[in-house]
C-alpha cells in the first residue's frame, strides 16, 4: 500500500471524456506547484461517451491518479461518496470535470482553510453561464442561507476544500451534493466561502434542469429535519406516537373503570376517538423505526463499481 497523499482531488464526472486528459494536465501541475504529495481520485458516474477509458488512460500514465467507474448513472451525490469513501488525503478537494473550475486557485482555499474552516466553499462571483441557470441559483442560494442557517453566495460550487473528518462526517445522497455546506454547519463545522475564477464549459453540454432544482429543495427539507433532528427520526414520531397512545390509553382505562363501577358498557364517539389515538400512536412510533432503518441503510451505502484503476488497496 503506498503512502497516504496530503492531499485528494475527488472529480465525479459524467459524460466528460473529452475534458478529462485536459483537466488532469492543469491538476498535475496546480498540484506539484502546491508542493504536498497528492492523488486524484476519478469517479465515472456510469457515463456512456468513453470517459471510463479517459481515466484508464490517466491511470496508466501515473500511479497518482486513482478511479473508478460505477455499473450505471447513480447521480453527483452518489459520486462524491463513493470519490470520499476513496479518498486517502487528510484535506479534500473536490470540483468538476467540465473544466470550468480552475485548480491554480487551490492555494486561495488552503490558506482559507488554514485559518481555522473545515470546509470552504466557492463562490462563482462572475458566473459563465446563461441566465436560465443564473436566475434559478440566485433564488435558490438565498432560500438555503435561510433554511441552512450560514450565509453562503454559492452553495451548488462543486469546487471545495475539505478537511478529512468534515467529508467522513457528513452523509450525500440524492441531491444533497448541493447542501454540504448546511449539512456541514449543522454538524458543528465551521464553513468558509472564497470567491473563484469561472471560467465557460468547453466540452458537452450542462446537465442542469429543472427537475433536479425541484429536487434540491425537497431534499433539503429533508436534510434540515433529519440534521434537527439528529438522525433519530424514532426520537421525533415516538414521541408524538407515545403522546397519542397515552391519551388513548387513559381514555380506554377511564371507560373500564366505569365498566368496572356498574356502568353499562357503549360505543360512544369519545371511545372511539381513544381507540384511534392509540392506533395513531403505534402507526407514529413505526414511521420512526422505519425511518431508523432508512437512515441506517443510507449511512452504509456503497454503490456497485464496474471498474477500478489504482486501487488495489482499496478493493
Known amino acids: 500500500m503506498s503512502a497516504a497523499p496530503a492531499i485528494s482531488v475527488v472529480v465525479p464526472a459524467y459524460n466528460e471524456a473529452e ?8 491538476l498535475a501541475a496546480a498540484l506539484d506547484a502546491f508542493g504536498r504529495p497528492w492523488e486524484v481520485v476519478y469517479v465515472d458516474d456510469g457515463s456512456r461517451d468513453g470517459t471510463d477509458r479517459a481515466i484508464e488512460a490517466l491511470a496508466a500514465a501515473d500511479p497518482r491518479v486513482r478511479g473508478v467507474s460505477l455499473r450505471r448513472n447513480f447521480g453527483k451525490s452518489a459520486a462524491l461518496a463513493t470519490g470520499f469513501r476513496l479518498a486517502r488525503g487528510a484535506w479534500i478537494m473536490t470540483m468538476d470535470a467540465d473544466l470550468q473550475d480552475d485548480p491554480a486557485e487551490l ?16 463562490w462563482k462571483q462572475k458566473r459563465r453561464d446563461p441566465w436560465t441557470k443564473t436566475l434559478p441559483s440566485r433564488l435558490f442560494n438565498a432560500v438555503t442561507s435561510r ?39 449543522w454538524a458543528g463545522f465551521r464553513v468558509g466561502e472564497v470567491a473563484v475564477h469561472h471560467r465557460p464549459r468547453r466540452y458537452g453540454r450542462s446537465k442542469f434542469g429543472a427537475a433536479r432544482f425541484v429536487n434540491g429543495f425537497l431534499d433539503l427539507l429533508s436534510a434540515a429535519f ?31 373503570a366505569q365498566w368496572a ?25 413505526l414511521m420512526g423505526l422505519l425511518g431508523e432503518m432508512i437512515a441506517n441503510l443510507r449511512a452504509r451505502a456503497e454503490y456497485p463499481v464496474r471498474r477500478r484503476w489504482n486501487l488495489e488497496d482499496r478493493a
Open 19 to 26: 475534458s478529462l486528459a485536459e483537466l488532469q494536465r492543469e
Open 107 to 122: 492555494p486561495k482555499l488552503a490558506a482559507k482553510l488554514e485559518e481555522g474552516y473545515d470546509l470552504v466553499s466557492g
Open 147 to 185: 433554511v441552512a442557517g450560514v450565509r453562503l453566495h454559492d452553495f451548488n460550487c462543486g469546487f471545495k476544500l475539505y478537511r478529512r473528518e468534515v467529508a467522513e462526517s457528513v452523509e450525500v445522497y440524492g441531491e444533497l451534493h448541493r447542501f454540504v455546506p448546511a449539512l456541514a454547519h
Open 226 to 256: 433529519i440534521s434537527t433532528s439528529a438522525l433519530k427520526p424514532l426520537h421525533v414520531f415516538g414521541r408524538v406516537g407515545l403522546a397519542f397512545f397515552a391519551v388513548g390509553a387513559l381514555e380506554g382505562a377511564w371507560f373500564v
Open 261 to 285: 363501577m356498574g356502568e353499562p358498557m357503549r360505543v360512544r364517539p369519545l371511545m372511539l376517538i381513544g381507540a384511534t389515538l392509540v392506533l395513531l400512536g403505534f402507526q407514529f412510533v
